[in-house]
C-alpha cells in the first residue's frame, strides 16, 4: 500500500506567519513521530502519537508548536507566528505499534521562514 | 537523554571498496539501533536495523555490528556501488517503537 504521506512538499512562509503540516500514516499504524531536520543534520525528535493521543511532547521547541491527531490517523503539526530558525525539513514517521516495530518515514515538508 | 555521535561526516571511496561508518551512543538502556539511507530530497530509508541481544546482522553486501560493552555499532557496506551514494544516518532507541536518537550522518560518495 502507500507509505507515509506529507504535505505539502515546500512550504514558504513570512516571519510571523502561521503554518499547517500534514501527516497521512500508514493505514493502520498506531504510533505516529514527528521529527525536524536541519540542513546537513539528522532528524531531531518533535513528539509522538499513540492513536490520538500524545505521549511525548517533549521535543517541541517552544509553545508556538503545536501537534494533534485527534481521530488517531491524520496529524497535524502547527507553528504559530514563524521564525526564520523554524526553517527546516519536517518529517513524519509512522509505525505499526509501539514495541518492536520498524518507523517509516514520509519525504518531508520543507518549511522556509523569510 | 540519549546522544549519538557518527562518523565520519564525509566519506569517499572508489566503486567496489568498501565503506564502513561508525556511532557511538550514549544510554545503555537503548536495544535497537536502525541506520537510514537518505538520498537528496528524500525520505529517509531503512537499510537495516540490530537489536542488543545479537552482535552482528548482514543483509546482502550491507552489515552491522555491535558492541554493547563499548557503545559503538558500525555500518559496513561492500563492493560499493554508485547508487550506494546518499546520506546514511545512525539512530539509537530504547524500543523499535519508540522515539529515534540519530546521529548527524554520513555523506557516502562512491567514484565510478
Known amino acids: 500500500g502507500a507509505g507515509v504521506s506529507q504535505s505539502p ?7 510571523g506567519q502561521d503554518v499547517a503540516l500534514r501527516c497521512d500514516p500508514i493505514s493502520g499504524h498506531v504510533s505516529l ?5 536541519a540542513l546537513g543534520q ?10 490520538e493521543a500524545q505521549l511525548d511532547k517533549s521535543g517541541l521547541p517552544s509553545d508556538r508548536f503545536f501537534a494533534e491527531r485527534p ?8 507553528i504559530q507566528r514563524t521564525q526564520q530558525e523554524d526553517s527546516a525539513v519536517y518529517l513524519c514517521a509512522s509505525s505499526l505499534s509501539s514495541g518492536r516495530n520498524i518507523q517509516y518515514f514520509g519525504a518531508g515538508t520543507r518549511l522556509s521562514v523569510l | 537523554g540519549e546522544n549519538v555521535e557518527q562518523h565520519p561526516s564525509t566519506l569517499s571511496v572508489q566503486e567496489g571498496d568498501s565503506a564502513v561508518i561508525k556511532c557511538t551512543y550514549s544510554d ?21 536495523d540490530i537489536r542488543s541481544n545479537v552482535g552482528e546482522k548482514k543483509d546482502q553486501r550491507i552489515a ?19 547508487e550506494d551514494s546518499a546520506v546514511y544516518f545512525c539512530a539509537a532507541s530504547n524500543n ?11 555523506r557516502l560518495m562512491v567514484k565510478p
Open chain 1, 42 to 51: 539528522g532528524p531531531e525528535f518533535l513528539t509522538y502519537f499513540q492513536n
Open chain 1, 9 to 15: 512538499r515546500y512550504k514558504v512562509a513570512k516571519r
Open chain 2, 96 to 106: 523499535a517503537g519508540n522515539m529515534l536518537t540519530f546521529g548527524g550522518g554520513t
Open chain 1, 33 to 37: 513521530f514527528w521529527y525536524q531536520q
Open chain 2, 28 to 48: 545503555s538502556a537503548s536495544n535497537y539501533f536502525p541506520w537510514y539511507k537518505q538520498e537528496l530530497g528524500k525520505r529517509p530509508q531503512l537499510i537495516i
Open chain 1, 71 to 78: 481521530e488517531g490517523s491524520v496529524s497535524t503539526l502547527k
Open chain 2, 64 to 82: 552491522v555490528t555491535l558492541n554493547k560493552t563499548a557503545k559503538h555499532f558500525s555500518l559496513h557496506i561492500t563492493e560499493t556501488q554508485p
